[in-house]
């Protein structure tokens, strides 16, 4: 299970934290990551991270701007979102799954993930 937390209405240039916290069988996957899907839009990975090495992936338009961590100790995932623009509204999902952050981020194979959460960003 993950759930999710944070999201909301912020203008252009301010910043916005999302969470997502795993539980259960998916809590020992070692990649998280968080994906958006904007109205008349694909779904695009923006950020991932592993838990194995630390190593993380970010979408070419939110690099510099978002920056993804993980407490394990907590099975939670967090995107810290600043300097926001209204291309990023939509809505953002975390995944979590058994592979490496590239694969996580590009190509999204898990099965797990969260409720989804609206991020409305007005100019």
């Known amino acids: 299970v993950q759930l999710q937390s944070g999201g909301g209405l912020v203008q252009a240039g301010g910043s916005l934290r999302l969470s997502c916290a795993t539980s259960?069988?998916?809590?020992?996957?070692?990649?998280m990551g968080w994906f958006r899907q904007a109205p008349g839009k694909e779904r695009e990975g923006v950020s991932c991270i592993s838990s194995s090495d630390g190593s993380t992936y970010y979408a070419a338009s939110v690099k510099g701007r978002f920056t993804i961590s993980r407490d394990s100790a907590k099975n939670t995932v967090y995107l810290q979102m600043n300097s926001l623009k209204p291309e990023d509204t939509a809505v953002y999902s975390c995944?979590?799954?058994?592979?490496?952050?590239?694969?996580?981020?590009?190509?999204?194979?898990?099965?797990?993930w969260g409720q989804g959460t609206l991020v409305t960003v007005s100019s």
């Open positions: 259960g069988r998916t809590s020992s996957k070692n990649v």
């Open positions: 995944t979590v799954d058994q592979v490496s952050v590239e694969t996580l981020c590009r190509f999204a194979p898990s099965d797990f």
